[in-house]
């Protein structure tokens, strides 16, 4: 048997150097001193990062991502938790039935969600701008949160709640008191992964902003043009880094929060 | 379904409403409305109410849409096959290789998926192009000659693009699936008789079966109406049914039409999802 | 004394589960008051709804007199020791003892005193700043006992709280609880379904079967005269004789395969006589056994068929030469005392006052 498993190790790690390879061209062509993306390599240059600096439009972009991504994390945490507490906590009629339903973003195509929102927003009247996205990008990142959050308090042990109440505190102070403190983690892994999704999102952003772009947006605006190429790589790069620093700060919370014997997962 | 009316039913929904609420008016709602909609007609900018079933005619006769299904399908279907085929191998070195850093292993496969799908699948642009990663790569090793045409804009292009970006995604519910099997049950297997391969195809397959179940259908449902991937390496030739639904919807100016092809899509994707399980229920018994 | 607590005809149902069908009893002030019963019975029920985590369907729950209709489990002069001791992981030993007095108006000095003083009253003295992570099960017990106990409840609830531990520790926790409710004088209501744990430390025992309670006594009433079978066989081990009645008089007159004719006075019967079944139950130590020298009257033969050995007991099975029953019969391994040897033949006798009797 232990042929077999040397060459699913060969696999595996092959395999993860083809799925990494890719991403891995963002910083080799960011720094490569030619206009085009290709090989071979012509030269080191940090000129592609330092023209970010200048682009108006990026900043403007970045700062309107700063803010759907914020707002949209936070809304869609916060709904999240009450979705989750409610689902893990009670038992009551109709409730497979309506998570199915909020989950469901998860399985529909975003270009659906995106032109359906679009049409109800035109037929409202009302105007596409941020807070169209940020609607749009709490009603993605929900399910996520929900998911998130289910484990951390399904990890909460019921009996903890009603020693607290046991011992005198009413609802509001056992939730600040015990359930809060112990569900923490999840609550910074769910705001984390939203920030970051929204933060990456396109589809949706790019159906509901009216004339505030988000950064995806604006990056597909770069694709238009060939001359853009290194620096769109560059702001690429940039935005890669950040997304794993996120992501594995998301990962540690997640941990801490879903910490449980039996499982690894989770 | 009982109706059970008591303190449990009055927390949870007070709890529940509000994140229910918000997915009816931003969800259900949008999508009644679009299903509404495509029983209309729009001309210009001007909606006319009619009730009309010309749309779903037109989607399911003319050449051009039927073509674009079949064509979104194919892609679909072949990005299904692949990415599932990779994963299964991964998920099971996973399980059953992986040790102490099973979790390691899954962060490090998972975590491409949360970064920006629009930069990978725009990365994979620049490798296949006509002076792109792979032909300058390649020529200057002087693998080839000529630059590779076949690899860009066209169905291979979707296709190579769509498996590298969902591969990771059914490897999850395969190792799940795979981490449930009991392991003694792998022991008594071996102890009745089983060789490695035997004890592959009767006891951990079927055993996994509802894992690549469930993998098949994460990544068919959502590539069926992939965007961004067709648009940026299909060319003409690898145009999905999405981007039709874009264009009707803006360029053309035809949203009844782009609300035909949405809930046409939507219908044919859940009626093979919902042949495929139940071929696999039929043919493989619940546990 | 007074009665503390009341529960007055209860109900609690789960869907078509009687978790609780129909229970009272009177618990008194200062009284070490066990729940007995096998799972499911419904005394983990009985005592989530005195500390109020359940509302009973029917009937009402009183403690000094005063109905517990619609109080929150906050307000209610009880403390609960949860069985998985439910201590807050993310608080040390003292902050976890001293959770419930944040509402009280109390100095930092004040408090400090109260919170050493309930660790010291467990045994846990010095521990204060501990992690709950650093704890071992019996610690962990401790603190939960310290935490309810500071709050000076009227009366404290425990739910199993020694099913976690392992024997020794258990029985050293059995004494020690017992000691720390006489110390403290308040009125404990432990839920158990270990018989000796009920039987070493409690005043009262109720014995619960199915949701009802069906007999309520001290512990040595229990074991020597059960109401019925099933609380005969539940606490302890019992034999069981079949036989006819011949006479129901002054006196009852049962003949049995066994012993022949024995004659029992009323008092020793429970139940009342509707069809002519009556079983007799003997306690296996209550069955004299003795080697074939013995020359004593009424002393039956047997064969021992089968030992079991447990260092300071022997239990035989004896199989009666004058019916083929089995007999168990329990002999103390002391100084002195004849074992015997499978196949062996005996002469044994009981004492017919020990004996007790139901009719079905």
Request: glycine residues 6%.
């Given at each position: 048997m232990s042929r077999a498993s040397k060459y699913l190790k060969i696999f595996a790690y092959t395999y993860l150097i083809f799925l990494y390879a890719p991403a891995l061209l963002l910083p080799i062509f960011s720094f490569n001193s030619s206009q085009i993306i290709s090989f071979p390599l012509t030269g080191f240059t940090t000129y592609w990062f330092e023209r970010l600096l200048y682009q108006e439009t990026l900043h403007e972009a970045f700062k309107n991502s700063m803010i759907v991504a914020i707002s949209s994390s936070i809304l869609a945490t916060t709904l999240g938790v009450l979705a989750s507490r409610s689902s893990t906590r009670y038992n009551f009629t109709g409730k497979q039935i309506s998570l199915t339903f909020i989950l469901a973003p998860l399985v529909l195509p975003e270009i659906i969600v995106g032109v359906s929102l679009l049409t109800v927003l035109i037929q409202l009247g009302l105007s596409l701008n941020l807070w169209s996205v940020v609607l749009g990008h709490t009603l993605l990142i929900m399910p996520f949160s929900i998911l998130i959050m289910n484990s951390a308090f399904n990890n909460l042990d019921i009996s903890l709640e009603e020693a607290s109440m046991d011992l005198g505190e009413n609802q509001i102070g056992t939730f600040f008191r015990i359930i809060l403190p112990l569900v923490f983690p999840g609550i910074m892994a769910s705001l984390l992964i939203g920030f970051t999704l929204s933060l990456d999102e396109f589809i949706i952003a790019f159906f509901l902003t009216g004339t505030e772009t988000t950064l995806p947006v604006y990056i597909w605006s770069l694709f238009r043009f060939p001359k853009e190429l290194p620096t769109t790589m560059a702001l690429g790069t940039l935005l890669l880094i950040v997304s794993l620093i996120l992501l594995s700060l998301s990962e540690y919370f997640r941990r801490r929060s879903a910490l449980s014997k039996d499982s690894i997962l989770n | 379904m009982k109706f059970t009316f008591n303190n449990d039913t009055k927390k949870g929904w007070r709890l529940l409403s509000a994140p229910f609420i918000y997915s009816l008016l931003l969800l259900a709602a949008p999508l009644s409305l679009m299903f509404l909609l495509s029983f209309w007609t729009q001309d210009y900018l001007v909606l006319d109410k009619t009730f009309t079933l010309n749309n779903y005619i037109e989607a399911f006769t003319q050449p051009v849409y039927q073509l674009l299904f079949s064509r979104s399908l194919t892609i679909s279907l072949t990005v299904t096959l692949f990415t599932v085929l990779l994963a299964y191998p991964m998920a099971y070195f996973i399980s059953f290789y992986g040790g102490e850093r099973k979790a390691l292993w899954l962060f490090l496969i998972t975590i491409p998926f949360w970064t920006s799908y629009l930069l990978r699948m725009f990365l994979w642009k620049v490798i296949l192009g006509y002076n792109g990663v792979f032909n300058s790569f390649f020529i200057w090793l002087q693998v080839i000659e000529e630059p590779m045409t076949f690899i860009l804009y066209n169905t291979n292009a979707v296709i190579i693009a769509l498996t590298h970006g969902w591969a990771p995604f059914a490897i999850l519910p395969i190792f799940v699936s795979l981490e449930k099997i009991d392991r003694s049950l792998l022991e008594a297997s071996k102890d009745l008789g089983d060789g490695p391969i035997q004890q592959f195809f009767r006891v951990i397959l079927p055993l996994s079966a509802p894992g690549v179940v469930g993998a098949a259908l994460i990544i068919f449902i959502p590539t069926v109406g992939d965007y961004i991937t067709p648009k940026l390496v299909g060319g003409t030739e690898g145009l999905m049914i999405a981007n039709m639904i874009q264009v009707q919807f803006s360029k053309a100016n035809n949203a009844p039409l782009a609300a035909a092809l949405s809930v046409s899509s939507l219908m044919i994707v859940a009626f093979i999802s919902i042949v495929f399980v139940l071929i696999n229920r039929k043919y493989l018994r619940r546990y | 004394m007074v009665n503390q607590v009341q529960v007055k005809n209860v109900y609690r149902n789960f869907g078509a589960v009687k978790a609780v069908d129909g229970v009272s009893i009177e618990i008194k002030k200062g009284e070490f008051f066990s729940l007995l019963g096998p799972s499911g019975c419904g005394k983990t029920t009985l005592l989530r709804l005195i500390a109020g985590f359940e509302t009973p369907n029917f009937g009402e729950i009183l403690i000094d007199s005063k109905s517990?209709?619609?109080?929150?489990p906050n307000l209610r002069p009880t403390n609960m020791v949860f069985q998985n001791y439910a201590i807050f992981p993310h608080l040390n030993v003292e902050e976890n003892v001293a959770y419930g007095l944040r509402k009280k108006k109390l100095s930092k000095d004040e408090k400090l005193e109260m919170i050493n003083k309930s660790l010291n009253l467990v045994g846990l003295?010095?521990?204060?700043?501990?992690?709950?992570?650093?704890?071992?099960g019996g610690q962990k017990q401790r603190v939960a006992l310290a935490r309810a106990l500071i709050l000076k409840p009227k009366v404290l609830l425990l739910d199993e709280p020694l099913s976690a531990l392992d024997k020794k520790l258990r029985e050293q926790m059995q004494s020690e609880l017992r000691h720390l409710q006489r110390a403290v004088g308040i009125t404990f209501i432990l839920v158990t379904h270990d018989q000796e744990e009920a039987l070493t430390m409690s005043d009262k025992v109720a014995v619960m079967f199915d949701g009802k309670v069906e007999q309520i006594a001290s512990p040595r009433e229990l074991y020597e005269k059960p109401i019925s079978q099933r609380v005969a066989s539940f606490i302890g081990a019992m034999n069981f004789i079949n036989g006819k009645v011949i006479k129901d008089d002054k006196k009852i007159i049962f003949e049995t395969k066994i012993f022949g004719k024995l004659s029992l006075s009323k008092k020793q019967i429970s139940g009342k006589n509707q069809n002519g079944k009556l079983t007799l139950g003997i306690r296996p130590e209550l069955v004299s056994i003795r080697s074939l020298k013995a020359t004593s009257k009424e002393l039956m033969m047997g064969t021992i068929k089968d030992i079991s050995y447990f260092g300071e007991t022997t239990y035989y099975k004896i199989s009666c030469d004058k019916s083929n029953e089995l007999l168990t019969v329990s002999s103390q391994n002391s100084f002195g005392q004849i074992s015997f040897k499978v196949g062996e033949q005996v002469k044994f006798k009981i004492d017919i006052e020990s004996v007790v009797g139901f009719f079905d």
């Open positions: - | - | 517990m209709k619609d109080v929150e003295s010095g521990l204060n700043n501990r992690s709950s992570n650093a704890l071992s």
